[in-house]
């Protein structure tokens, strides 16, 4: 069993670690505010703390192509996708993202999903029942993203 000292060690580096967690996610210096964070001139390692801190926050990662839309193309420093440069800021997949289907800045509106970079229904299209490109077999309907849920 762990004594009183052990907990309190314990409970301090978590609130440490959550503190850190949180000073990460809400730096203005990120590239949620649009700009690069940099602790050299070197891309790379801005690329590798811009990817620890999306790793930390579970997120797909955001990757600015403010400098160079060709980044967005590059596997390497962009193997999260998003080919298309928006805004001169981010790259994003218009085939997939739902704020920008098909071009930049097109959204989707409320329970549509981008899919090939069109704003489908995928509870009741039965091309892309449940998910996109999950097809109904025959002429079966799709309802509450189910093929054939009426019967």
Known sequence: MLSANSHFSYAVKNCLLF??????ETS?????????LSLQDSDDASTHLNFFRAALRGRQRVLSC???A???LDREKNPWGGSTCC??????DTLRDSDNCGACGQACAYGLVCCDGKCV??????????????????????????CDYGG
Do not use: W, Y
């Not at 503190?19 to 990460?24: D, P, R």
């Not at 203005?28 to 690069?36: F, K, L, P, S, T």
């Not at 805004?87 to 994003?92: D, I, K, L, V």
């Open 70 to 72: 060709k980044i967005c």
């Open 121 to 146: 229904d995928i509870q009741n299209d039965p091309h892309n029942c449940g998910s996109c490109f999950q097809k109904c077999p025959g002429q079966k309907s799709c309802s509450f993203a189910m």
């Open 19 to 24: 503190i850190t967690l949180v000073l990460i």
């Open 28 to 36: 203005d210096h990120g590239v949620a505010a649009g700009r690069e």
């Open 87 to 92: 805004f001169e800021q981010f790259c994003r």
């Open 66 to 68: 403010a400098r160079d």
